[in-house]
């Protein structure tokens, strides 16, 4: 049984970075594809940045691109997400998932067998 933890979420300042961590618990991340997912309070979950299962695709959404990076170290059975030039509508829940789907960046929630628990980004000054 795969099990997600996500760590690295924080306060910080607008035009800051931080760099969140998905790790599997138990089980391997070598074999899925991994979403990095994202809600903030009052509207729905949304798929943000998503990498093949040996990091040779990458997707991310419209309103991260060029400032978020999503990685994997499948040896350390982690996946990365940096986060550079946030801004509050950065703010928000983040979720690491675990997809065995063809194509991870329809980020179709229900595609996503795994999840973590969360961790909080808050941009603020």
């Known amino acids: 049984q795969l099990q997600l933890v996500e760590s690295g979420g924080g306060l910080v300042q607008p035009g800051g970075s931080l760099r969140l961590s998905c790790a599997a618990s138990s089980g391997t991340l070598a074999i899925y594809d991994i979403g990095w997912f994202r809600q903030a309070p009052g509207k729905e979950r949304e798929g943000v940045s998503c990498?093949?299962?040996?990091?040779?695709?990458?997707n991310y959404v419209d309103s991260v691109k060029g400032r978020f990076t999503i990685s994997r170290d499948n040896a350390k059975s982690t996946v990365y997400l940096q986060m550079d030039s946030l801004n509050p509508e950065d703010t928000a829940v983040y979720y690491c998932a675990a997809t065995l789907s063809f194509d991870c960046s329809t980020y179709k929630p229900w595609e996503y067998g795994y999840w973590g628990q969360g961790t909080q980004v808050t941009v603020s000054s």
């Open positions: 990498i093949s299962s040996r990091g040779a695709s990458t």
